[in-house]
């Protein structure tokens, strides 16, 4: 089972990007993104069920950022818009089979993709 991360960039405020997780070797019931500012603690941004097709998302994201999937592909996306300086961190995606745990938390996903960067000037 394998998570890839990608789309991360250098973006000026107000700028958008898509990222993508690609998992391979297996389908997930749950996948979210989490980002990591430096010296920051990992922040949950946001999750899709595969079975509900519920979304989740963290306040500081909610009504810019859009998780979405394509089940043809085995991916799963973030759309980032309105993008803040403040949005700069290792973008993180993560998935899991279990039906149970809380979406926005890390103990809640076994597998982690490498990240990626996503830095936002102002």
């Known amino acids: 089972v394998q998570l890839q991360a990608s789309g991360g960039g250098l973006v000026q405020a107000g700028d958008s990007l898509r990222l993508s997780c690609a998992a391979t070797g297996g389908t997930f019931r749950t996948t979210g993104w989490f980002r990591q500012a430096p010296g920051k603690a990992r922040e949950f941004v946001a999750a899709?069920?595969?079975?509900?097709?519920?979304?989740y998302y963290g306040d500081s994201v909610k009504g810019r950022f859009t998780i979405s999937r394509d089940d043809a592909k085995n991916t799963v996306y973030l759309q980032m818009n309105s993008l803040k300086p403040e949005d700069t961190a290792v973008y993180y995606c993560a998935a899991d089979n279990r039906p149970y745990g809380s979406r926005s938390s890390e103990g809640s996903y076994t597998y982690w993709g490498q990240g990626t960067q996503v830095t936002v000037s102002s």
């Open positions: 899709i069920s595969r079975i509900s097709g519920n979304l």
